[in-house]
């Protein structure tokens, strides 16, 4: 059983930053594909990001990227979302998912451990 916690989260302006961390606890982190999440205000979950167990493959939706950056750190069994020039349409509640799977997951059902998520503003 994999625990996870997010934290990082707040208020933020539009163009501003925030980095998201999510720890791992409860199992071997470096087994798992790590994946962010959001969810705004009646809409469904969507994907954002995720990394592969060796870092050595990131995965980044095109509604974000070139703007928010994945990165691990097996050692310490964290994962972070670095958030930049944030627009208000990316405020939403942020989830730090795990996925066992041997391939790239990308949907909320291929993940099988899900933290209880960070809420982010961003207002314009």
């Known amino acids: 059983q994999v625990q996870l916690v997010e934290s990082g989260g707040g208020l933020a302006q539009a163009g501003g930053s925030l980095r998201l961390s999510c720890a791992a606890s409860?199992?071997?982190?470096?087994?798992?594909?790590m994946g962010w999440f959001r969810q705004a205000p009646g809409k469904e979950r969507e994907f954002v990001a995720a990394?592969?167990?060796?870092?050595?493959?990131?995965y980044v939706a095109d509604s974000v990227k070139g703007r928010f950056t994945v990165s691990r750190d097996n050692s310490k069994n964290l994962v972070y979302l670095q958030m930049s020039s944030l627009k208000p349409e990316d405020t939403a509640v942020y989830y730090c998912a795990a996925s066992g799977r041997t391939y790239y997951p990308s949907r909320p059902s291929e993940y099988d451990y899900w933290g209880q998520g960070t809420q982010v503003t961003v207002s314009s």
């Open positions: 409860g199992g071997t982190f470096s087994n798992y594909y």
């Open positions: 990394i592969s167990r060796s870092s050595g493959t990131t």
